[in-house]
């Protein structure tokens, strides 16, 4: 059974991860940008309509440029194509934004198990660590107690080699489970974008 896990604690480490992480910041702006592209293909309707004026001075009308009408002329032009592409282009635009949400609640649903994946395999680890450590000093125990009979010629020396090598036996078990542990604590804090030390359970 592995000890000491909080649940409160690792929906600490969830939000931290989901705030520090890289590739979530990442998402966050694709998100921003397809909902900027949405605005501006609504008000791009306008982009098909144009306008222009002329003014004429009134004058003598000109023989080589005769033209009836002086002062100021107006006009508004329509351009049919770029109006009945605009629907598409919005269409388009809010599909990708729509896209760009579902990117991102699928990251972070797999970042989600991931930190948990890590946390959980942390607290397996040091929870290992735990037991060889206590292994590691019994067995030392073991060979002091033995060593002292042994002098006092009340145990054979196969009894104290026997304690020697189970000793020497825990100390490899303890060097595995201590790598082990900082692997996993390194794999974790990947996630995270900062040390476990510096993350209280109490929000401090």
Do not use: H, W
């Amino acid at each position: 059974m592995i000890s000491g896990i909080s649940y409160p604690y690792l929906e600490r480490l969830i939000s931290i991860a989901e705030n520090n992480y890289p590739e979530m910041q990442v998402k966050d702006y694709q998100i921003k940008i397809a909902k900027n592209n949405v605005t501006k293909t609504s008000v791009s309707y306008l982009d098909a309509f144009s306008f222009s004026y002329y003014y004429r001075p009134t004058q003598a009308i000109d023989v080589s440029n005769p033209n009836l009408f002086n002062g100021y002329q107006i006009g508004l032009n329509l351009n049919i194509g770029t109006l009945v592409q605009k629907p598409f282009a919005t269409k388009e635009a809010k599909a990708q934004y729509k896209i760009a949400q579902l990117q991102q609640t699928s990251y972070k649903q797999n970042l989600v198990a991931e930190v948990k994946k890590r946390y959980f395999t942390y607290m397996e680890q040091l929870t290992q660590l735990k037991l060889r450590s206590k292994s590691y000093t019994d067995a030392q125990s073991l060979v002091t107690q033995l060593r002292s009979k042994f002098e006092k010629s009340e145990v054979k020396f196969d009894d104290l080699t026997r304690a020697l090598i189970l000793a020497s036996e825990q100390n490899q078990f303890l060097i595995s489970a201590e790598g082990g542990t900082f692997a996993a604590k390194a794999a974790l804090e990947e996630l995270l974008g900062e040390k476990l030390e510096n993350i209280k359970p109490n929000g401090n």
